[in-house]
């Protein structure tokens, strides 16, 4: 071993035998700039894995969404349909009340009125099977969300804002409002 030999530049010498030599850097100028490349490529990894978490993450946001989507397309595909035979729910109810007490016991129209009473039982069954349900709406404080105001009626039978009339009855569909009851409010007096 000379003197001017460091044994530390041997075991540097020798664990480099092997390596080729574009992978070896002769200045300082170079590693440098090596350097400022693997900071650049480390900082641009970091981004794009910041853009891959995002990615995930909207991903993950558009399938909850459709499937809330896909559920509420579920639960509410009959609305429609629902609300347009609302109409034939509140003729059989008029059908009914038309008929007065005295022809109701006329052993000639007693079929008849059985039968509007079935048919109005059968449709009351379909809604409730499908989550359509009459809103309650006489004797209760008015509900913007679910009561229409017709009209104001004066009375000293109910407190001022309840519900004394339903003129026309309301349905939900699940939770949401299929059509709100039309309804007259108890109001003071003159």
Known sequence: ?????????EAVEKE???VPEEFLVEDEGETSALEGELAALKEQLAATQQEVLYAKAETQNVRRRLEKDMTDARNYAATGFAR?????????????????????????????VAGIEATQR???????????SRI?????????NQHQA????????????????????????K????????VGVAKKPD
């Open 136 to 144: 309650a709406a006489k004797g209760l404080p008015l509900d913007p």
């Open 175 to 182: 939770d949401r409002l299929l059509r709100p009851a039309m």
């Open 150 to 173: 017709m009209m104001e009626i004066p009375t000293d039978e109910a407190e001022p804002g309840t519900v004394v009339q339903e003129m026309q009855a309301g349905y939900m569909i």
């Open 1 to 9: 071993m000379n003197e001017n030999e460091n044994p530390r530049d």
């Open 16 to 18: 480099l035998e092997g």
């Open 84 to 112: 347009d035979i609302l109409s034939v729910a509140d003729n059989l109810s008029r059908a009914l009340m038309a008929v007065p007490d005295e022809l109701r016991e006329d052993s000639k129209l007693q079929g008849l």
């Open 122 to 132: 059968e449709l009351d069954k379909v809604f409730t099977q499908h989550g359509v």
